[in-house]
C-alpha cells in the first residue's frame, strides 16, 4: 500500500465551484503535512501548511484529521488559474517527505 | 534570490554516454533530494541527502548515483543511461526541519535518452 494516497481525478469544474481534495496517509507516526501546487511540465511549488487546527488562505482552507489519517484541501469560488495538480506531501519523524500522486484540477468556464 | 538551479534544463542524449545534472541551492540548505517525475507515476525519490557525505537511497535508485561533497550541491550522476531514465527530474532543497521545512524546487531537467 503506497504510503501517501490521492484519488488521481481530474475533478472538473465550472468556475466559482467549491471542490475539495483528500488525501490519506498510513504512517501515523507522521508529523508535518503540506499541500503543493504544480502547474504543467513546471515545478511544485507550497501552497499552504496542514496544521491541526485547520488553516484558511484566502479562498483555500486545509484541514488534518489524525484520528482518520487523512488531510483534505478545499477550495472555494474557483478561478481558471486554479487549474494545476495539487500534491500531498506528508512528513514522517525524521525529515523524509512523502509525496502523493497528485490531484488534477481543471476549471473550466 | 533564494533558488535551486539545475543544468541543463533540457537534454537528448544516446544510450550508455555518462552524463551529470547539477543542482546547486543557494540558501544553506542540509537536506537535498532528487526525483524523478512520469505520467501517471507522479514524484518518486532517486537519492536523498541530510548533510554533507550523506546520501541514501529513495524509492528508485537503480541506475544513478549521486555525491554531496559540499552543503550547497547536489548531482545526479548517470554512468550508463538507458532509454527508461527518460523522464522529468527534479532537485529540492530544505532545511530539514520537520514541521517546517517548506521543500524547494528546481525547473526541472528534462532528459531524453535515445
Known amino acids: 500500500r503506497k504510503e501517501v494516497e490521492q484519488d488521481p481525478g481530474p475533478f472538473n469544474v465550472p468556475e466559482g465551484a467549491t471542490v475539495a481534495f483528500n488525501c490519506t496517509y498510513s504512517n501515523s507516526a507522521s508529523q508535518s503535512f503540506f499541500w503543493y501546487r504544480q502547474d504543467c511540465r513546471k515545478e511544485p511549488k507550497l501552497l499552504m501548511s496542514?496544521?491541526?487546527s485547520g488553516n484558511e488562505d484566502g479562498r483555500f482552507t486545509a484541514q488534518l484529521n489524525r484520528a482518520s489519517q487523512y488531510i483534505s484541501l478545499l477550495i472555494r469560488d474557483s478561478k481558471l488559474s486554479d487549474s494545476a495538480t495539487y500534491l500531498c506531501?506528508?512528513?514522517?519523524?525524521?525529515?523524509?517527505?512523502?509525496f502523493g500522486r497528485g490531484t488534477s484540477l481543471i476549471v473550466h468556464p | 534570490e533564494a533558488q535551486v538551479t539545475q543544468n541543463p534544463r533540457y537534454l537528448i542524449t544516446v544510450t550508455g554516454k555518462k552524463l551529470t545534472v547539477t543542482c546547486s541551492q543557494n540558501?544553506?540548505?542540509?537536506?537535498m533530494s532528487w526525483y524523478r517525475q512520469d505520467p501517471g507515476l507522479g514524484l518518486r525519490q532517486i537519492y536523498y541527502?541530510?548533510?554533507?557525505?550523506?546520501?541514501d537511497k529513495g524509492d528508485v535508485p537503480e541506475g544513478y548515483k549521486v555525491s554531496r561533497k559540499e552543503k550547497r550541491n547536489f548531482p545526479l550522476i548517470l554512468e550508463s543511461p538507458s532509454p527508461n531514465q527518460t523522464s522529468l527530474y527534479f532537485c529540492?532543497?530544505?532545511?530539514?526541519?520537520?514541521?517546517?521545512?517548506?521543500?524547494?524546487f528546481g525547473e526541472g531537467s528534462r532528459l531524453t535518452v535515445l
Open positions: 541527502s541530510m548533510n554533507v557525505e550523506v546520501t
Open positions: 540558501m544553506n540548505h542540509e537536506y
Open positions: 529540492a532543497s530544505s532545511s530539514g526541519e520537520t514541521n517546517t521545512g517548506e521543500l524547494f
Open positions: 496542514v496544521y491541526s
Open positions: 506531501v506528508v512528513n514522517g519523524g525524521s525529515y523524509i517527505p512523502t
